[in-house]
Nanobody, 124 residues
């Protein structure tokens, strides 16, 4: 059974930083792209960032470019999301997902396994 598990969420003041981690078991991790999405209360799930299977290509939502960095450690079956200069509007549940393909993309339909999510709260 493929199961991504997120960690690293929490409460931080505006301008602060957090690093999220997601470890996936049950699949050849290095063969698939990985993505991060988020969902705020009352809003649809939105794309945040994605990374190709070998880590050589990334994609970001415009709202996080220059502030967030996605990376992966295939030896550890883990993908990371470094979040800097956090804003209150970044508050959401953040989800990690494994892609059906090996290139990064922003469509939830291209992802087949999802974690349970980790809460990120940014106070003003």
């Amino acid at each position: 059974q493929v199961q991504p598990v997120e960690s690293g969420g929490g409460l931080v003041q505006a301008g602060g930083s957090l690093r999220l981690s997601c470890t996936t078991s049950g699949r050849t991790f290095s063969s698939y792209a990985m993505g991060w999405f988020r969902q705020a209360p009352g809003k649809e799930r939105q794309f945040v960032a994605a990374i190709s299977s070998n880590g050589g290509s990334t994609a970001y939502a415009d709202s996080v470019k220059g502030r967030f960095t996605i990376s992966r450690g295939n030896a550890k079956n883990t993908v990371y999301l470094q979040m800097n200069s956090l804003k209150p509007e970044d508050t959401a549940v953040y989800y990690c997902a494994t892609a059906r393909v090996n290139w990064p993309n922003d469509r939830p339909s291209e992802y087949d396994y999802w974690g349970q999510g980790t809460q990120v709260t940014v106070s003003s």
